[in-house]
């Protein structure tokens, strides 16, 4: 049996990103809320700060590390599986990797020492800085990463020579013009996972009547973040999507379900894609609606995907209906924040059953609604490596065979799903053994600092003591 290297290696590359993709999306979030926690800490002196800190900080630590793990491998398969791509693009991308190590992962890695190991030995102000710095890691790694990704989405600034990519103009390169949208759309995507992650294990916290007074702070705060952001990001994602009708409207067109160019196009609720035969089946939509949110007049024009060549042409199954997965779930999202915001009096939001059992399970959501919008780009450039430009058959290793890319697709599920596991189990113990007492957080500290080395003042004081 012959295997295609190229659906092979996109199936690999897929469950690869798939797998790191959920990690930082939560890191990047949660790295802000902690350092709030520490900045509360700092600046009121209540003990509960700190205890809430000292436990989330515990959920970050194990998050942060399988992300590392499973974002390694990403690094390798550009060299196994996509050589040819690395190659002809190596003069853009591998300088923009560069920068995401040298100004990102070693800023977190540094200051996450300090976090993680530091408390009671540094002075507090610098522990918060360490927090503060993490999280500004996460931010410019994103950046770093999006920038790399929005170029292929849409490439600028280049220009091929000699079968190779050479940059004319790095600010035009770095920001090209779908970037804005992506990394605004992304950081919105990464507070909501933390702030719904963050509300459902209080909820869940509140459900056990265990330190309730401690996470009914939490909550408060995670359903004001999504209060702000949930709504943003329905703004974000609309300018994004009419930055992509201008930049990619065939993508466009497999999220609509859209095959022929017209105008007054429906907005398709429900529809089975038949991409064999270039139609949808069983359509259920909203007259005129789709041509409204995407022009901004109820008669404008929406592109086809018969406007391209069957070739050129998404899996269009896959892009429709994660789109409606990632938009229902936005929706679900927005309706969360009003409630939050409705159940406030009398502080019925930490005790109202339904809505916290609800919030437990929509902490689950972001991960879910970050996979599918990754599905919608990525899947929806193909069959693009970089867009227009480069096709994924081109960019793949010449040597590559299917049999190679399989063997190695099944070692990678097997061992992300050792790590998953390990995590997991890990992540649960920390969150059944909750945040730490009161009376912990005092031990902790008389260890800590019975254990480091004496100022020279400190040292002068036990001389001067024991005469």
């Known amino acids: 049996m012959e295997f295609d290297p ?11 990103v798939s797998f790191h993709a959920i990690f930082p999306v939560f890191t990047i979030g949660l790295a802000s809320f902690i350092a709030v926690l520490e900045g509360l800490s700092l600046k009121t002196g209540n003990p509960a700060w700190e205890r809430l800190s000292r436990f989330w900080i515990q959920v970050f630590a194990v998050v942060f590390g399988m992300g590392v793990v499973s974002g390694i491998v990403m690094a390798f398969q550009f060299g196994t599986n996509w050589s040819n791509f690395s190659m002809v693009t190596s003069n853009f991308l591998g300088p923009i990797l560069s920068y995401e190590v040298i ?7 540094a200051f996450l020492g300090v976090l993680l ?3 009671d030995r540094v002075p507090q102000g610098i522990h918060f800085m360490s927090a503060v710095m993490v999280a500004v890691g996460t931010f410019i790694s994103a950046f770093w990463i999006l920038s790399a990704n929005s170029w292929m ?22 920001f090209n013009a779908s970037l804005q949208y992506r990394f605004l759309h992304m950081i919105l995507a990464s507070f909501l996972t933390g702030a719904f992650v963050v509300s459902g294990v209080s909820a869940w916290f509140l459900l056990r009547k265990k330190d309730t007074a401690l996470h009914k702070k939490t909550l408060s705060m995670s359903l004001w973040l999504i209060l702000f952001a949930a709504p943003a990001q329905v703004v974000v994602g609309d300018f994004h999507g009419l930055n992509t009708l201008e930049h990619q409207p065939t993508k466009v067109a497999a999220m609509e379900g859209n095959w022929e160019r017209s105008k007054g196009v429906p907005l398709l609720l429900f529809a089975i894609p038949d991409q064999k035969n ?9 007259p005129k609606l789709a041509s409204l949110i995407l022009t901004h007049d109820m008669d404008g024009e929406v592109p086809g995907l018969k406007d391209v060549p069957v070739d050129e042409q998404p899996p269009v199954a896959i892009v429709f209906w994660s789109f409606r997965i990632m938009v229902g779930i936005g929706v679900l ?7 939050g915001l409705v159940l406030r009096r009398n502080s019925a939001f930490a005790t109202s059953k339904p809505f916290l059992h609800g919030l437990r399970w929509m902490s689950l959501s972001p991960f879910i609604a970050v996979l599918a919008g990754w599905f919608v780009t990525e899947i929806g450039r193909s069959p693009w490596l970089v867009y227009g430009q480069m096709t994924q058959a081109q960019g793949v290793t010449p040597s590559l065979t299917g049999g190679m890319a399989l063997f190695t697709l099944i070692g990678y599920v097997i061992v992300y799903g050792i790590i998953f596991t ?9 969150l059944y053994t909750g945040a730490p007492s009161n009376e912990a957080v005092e031990r ?11 100022s020279a003042a400190e040292a002068s004081w036990e001389i001067e003591e024991a005469k």
């Not at 390990?422 to 920390?430: D, I, K, N």
Request: no cysteine; aromatic share 16%.
């Open 6 to 16: 190229v659906l092979i290696s996109r199936l690999q590359f897929a469950f690869v």
């Open 103 to 109: 100004t990102a992962f070693f800023l977190e890695a």
């Open 117 to 119: 190991f530091g408390r």
């Open 153 to 174: 989405q849409t490439p600028a600034g280049v220009e091929m020579n000699e079968g190779l990519y050479y940059v004319k103009s790095w600010s035009e390169a770095i």
């Open 278 to 286: 270039q139609t949808n089946h069983f359509e259920i939509g909203i």
């Open 333 to 339: 999202m927005v309706l969360f924040a009003i409630a």
């Open 422 to 430: 390990a995590g997991v189990y890990y992540l649960m113990r920390v």
């Open 444 to 454: 902790e500290q008389l260890n800590r600092k019975a254990k480091r080395p004496m």
